[in-house]
Nanobody, 124 residues
């Protein structure tokens, strides 16, 4: 199976930046896997943030477009989420996810493996 380990979460002031990392490993891991980031705030459903396909094509939620950037380094088996201009509404647990598919998806059910989550807190 695939194991995903997230890092980079923390406390930041509004307007600041953070970079989340997700390192993937395991017998089923491939650089062709699509990867995504989701987040979940207290009392809310888990929501799509961003995804990157094996081609490098990306997709973003409207709430983060032009502020967040997803990228992947296949040599390091790692996906990143660069978060700029952070807002208090961005406060959530952020989860890395991997799909057996090579193509983009914004739906949780299309992802097969999940990290443990990392807390991002944005203060105002």
């Amino acid at each position: 199976q695939v194991q995903l380990v997230e890092s980079g979460g923390g406390l930041v002031q509004a307007g600041g930046s953070l970079r989340l990392s997700c390192a993937a490993s395991g017998r089923t891991f491939s650089s062709n896997n699509a990867m995504g980031w989701f987040r979940q705030a207290p009392g809310k459903e888990r929501e799509f943030v961003a995804a990157v396909a094996w081609t490098g094509n990306t997709s973003y939620a409207g709430s983060v477009k032009d502020r967040f950037t997803i990228s992947r380094d296949n040599a390091k088996n790692t996906v990143y989420l660069q978060m700029n201009s952070l807002k208090p509404d961005d406060t959530a647990v952020y989860y890395c996810a991997a799909s057996l598919s090579s193509w983009l998806s914004r739906y949780t059910n299309d992802y097969n493996y999940w990290g443990q989550g990392t807390q991002v807190t944005v203060s105002s």
